[in-house]
C-alpha cells in the first residue's frame, strides 16, 4: 500500500485562501460603489460636516479691535451666492460684530461718512424683523448688480432699512454699496434710492401694505390712473399674491432715462407665480425716476384663472370707453346684492375716498341682454344705488358719490356668439357696476 501524497491538500488549502480573498476584495469594491451597504466592521460616527465658508474669510483667534480693522480695511468679501454673503453681514450685525462686517463689505462701500453712522448704529444692538430680515430688492442690471435689504425690526417705511448694493465679478458677487437709514432728526425720504430700482420697490412696498396715498407718489398721474393703482391693491390684496423671494424685480431694459422691470410675484404659499411690466422714465433733472406704465395682462389673466368658476366673472380693471382704467364689480344673474369679493374690494376704494373728502367717483350700474329695457335700466340703477349704500355706511360723504344706471346699453362682452347662440360668459361680464375714479 503506497503512502497517499499530501500535494493535493496543499492545493485545496490554496485554492481556499484565494477565494476568501476574492470575496473580501469584492465587498470592498461594492461597498465603495454603493455607501448603502452596511460596513463589514463597526466604524466611528463621522464628524459633523461644518457649514460652508465664504472663500476669503477667515475668523480671527480672538475679538478684534473695530477701529484697528476699519483703519485698515480691505477690498471684502467675495461669494459666489450673495444670499449667502448678505446673510453673513445680517448675522454679524445683530451679533455685534463690527470687525467682522467692515471685513465682509469691504473699504469701497465704507467712505468715512458711511462708517462712522455705522459704527453709530451698531454701538445699540440690532434685531432684523423675523421672518423676512433679509430680503432681495432686485436687479439693478441684469445679471450683474443686484440690491439687497436688511429690515429691521419695527421697520418704518423709508427709515429702518440697510441696502447693500452687490456687483458680480469673474462669477462672484462682492458688495459696491451700502446705504444706511437716516439718522435721528433727518427726514424720511419718499425712496430711499432716487435711482429707478429703488423708485420701484418703494411702490410695490407702498402697494403691499395697501398705502394708496404713498405709491401714488411714485406714478406719472398722466400715464398711471388711480384706478390702476387701486387696481393693484386689489389684486394683490384678494389673490394674496407677495413679491417673489428670489429676483422679485428684474431687470428687462435699461436706456438713459428709461427702464423696464419685470415684476415676479407668488401666492401667500408660494404655489403659484405670475408677472407684470413696470416701465420708469426720468424726467428732467433734479426730478426723481417715476413709473410711467404698468402692464397688468398677465397678472390679471392668472388671477381670472384661479377665482375661474361660478356665476361670477371677474376682472377688476377694465378700460374706460373715456379713456384711462376703471374697477368693476360684478354681479350674480338678476341679482343686485354684492359678494364677499365685492365687499373686500370696495375696502379699498372707501380708504381712498376717505382719506380726501375732496375725491369724487361715478358709479355706473350695468346689466347683460336677458330681460326687458325697463327691467335692465331698473336693475343696473339698483346695483349702483348698492354700492353707494356701502360706501356710505362705511362713512363716505354721500356728496363725494355720484350714480347712474346704463340698462344693457354698454356691454363689455357679447351678450351672444357669432352663431346668434346665448354667450353666458359675455353676460357675467357685463353684470356688474363699474366705479369711475374722478380724480
Known amino acids: 500500500m503506497h503512502p497517499r501524497s499530501k500535494l493535493p491538500y496543499f492545493f485545496l488549502g490554496l485554492a481556499a485562501l484565494l477565494a476568501t480573498s476574492a470575496v473580501v476584495m469584492l465587498a470592498t469594491r461594492l461597498r465603495v460603489k454603493n455607501p448603502e451597504l452596511p460596513p463589514a466592521v463597526p466604524t466611528q460616527a463621522a464628524e459633523p460636516v461644518a457649514p460652508p465658508k465664504i472663500e476669503g474669510l477667515t475668523e480671527p483667534a480672538k475679538p478684534e479691535d473695530p477701529d484697528k480693522v476699519l483703519a485698515d480695511l480691505g477690498i471684502g468679501v467675495a461669494a459666489a451666492d450673495p444670499a449667502v454673503l448678505v446673510s453673513q453681514i445680517a448675522t454679524a450685525l445683530e451679533a455685534g460684530d463690527l470687525a467682522k462686517v467692515a471685513r465682509l463689505i469691504g473699504k469701497d462701500a465704507l467712505d468715512p461718512e458711511t462708517t462712522a453712522k455705522l459704527k453709530l448704529m451698531a454701538s445699540t444692538p440690532l434685531r432684523l424683523r423675523q421672518p423676512d430680515g433679509v430680503r432681495e430688492v432686485g436687479e439693478l442690471e441684469l445679471n450683474a448688480r443686484s440690491r439687497w435689504a436688511l429690515e429691521l425690526d419695527g421697520a418704518q417705511p423709508g427709515r429702518d432699512s440697510i441696502f447693500l448694493d452687490l456687483r458680480r465679478l469673474n462669477g462672484r458677487w462682492a458688495v459696491e454699496r451700502l446705504t444706511l437709514p437716516p439718522g435721528p432728526g433727518e427726514p424720511i425720504p419718499k425712496a430711499v434710492f432716487a435711482d429707478s430700482l429703488g423708485v420701484a420697490d418703494a411702490f410695490l412696498q407702498a402697494v403691499l401694505r395697501q398705502d394708496f396715498e404713498f405709491a401714488r407718489d411714485f406714478v406719472d398721474p398722466a400715464t398711471v390712473s388711480d384706478a390702476k393703482i387701486a387696481g393693484l391693491c386689489i389684486l394683490f390684496e384678494e ?201
Open 239 to 439: 389673490g394674496e399674491y407677495r413679491m417673489r423671494k428670489t429676483k422679485p424685480l428684474r431687470s428687462m431694459f435699461q436706456r438713459e432715462d428709461t427702464v423696464g422691470y419685470l415684476a415676479n410675484v407668488e401666492t401667500k404659499d408660494g404655489k403659484q407665480s405670475a408677472q407684470f411690466g413696470i416701465n420708469m422714465i426720468q424726467p428732467p433733472t433734479p426730478s426723481n425716476w417715476i413709473v410711467s406704465e404698468i402692464n397688468l395682462n398677465q397678472l390679471l389673466a392668472d388671477y381670472a384663472r384661479r377665482v375661474a368658476g361660478g356665476d361670477i366673472y371677474y376682472s377688476p380693471l377694465v378700460k374706460n370707453p373715456a379713456g384711462g382704467d376703471t374697477l368693476a364689480l360684478y354681479f350674480e344673474f338678476d341679482e343686485d346684492e354684492m359678494n364677499p369679493r365685492t365687499r373686500r374690494q370696495l375696502e379699498i376704494v372707501t380708504m381712498i375716498l376717505k382719506a380726501d373728502p375732496g375725491k369724487k367717483i361715478t358709479l355706473s350700474g350695468h346689466t347683460d341682454a336677458l330681460g326687458t329695457e325697463d327691467y335692465n335700466n331698473s336693475l343696473s340703477t339698483r346695483r349702483a344705488d348698492v354700492v353707494r349704500d356701502y360706501l356710505s355706511k362705511a362713512g363716505v360723504s354721500p356728496s363725494q358719490i355720484v350714480t347712474v344706471g346704463k340698462g344693457a346699453s354698454q356691454p363689455r362682452r357679447p351678450n351672444i356668439t357669432e352663431s346668434g347662440m346665448d354667450n353666458p360668459e359675455g353676460r357675467r361680464a357685463n353684470r356688474r357696476t363699474e366705479i369711475y375714479l374722478d380724480f
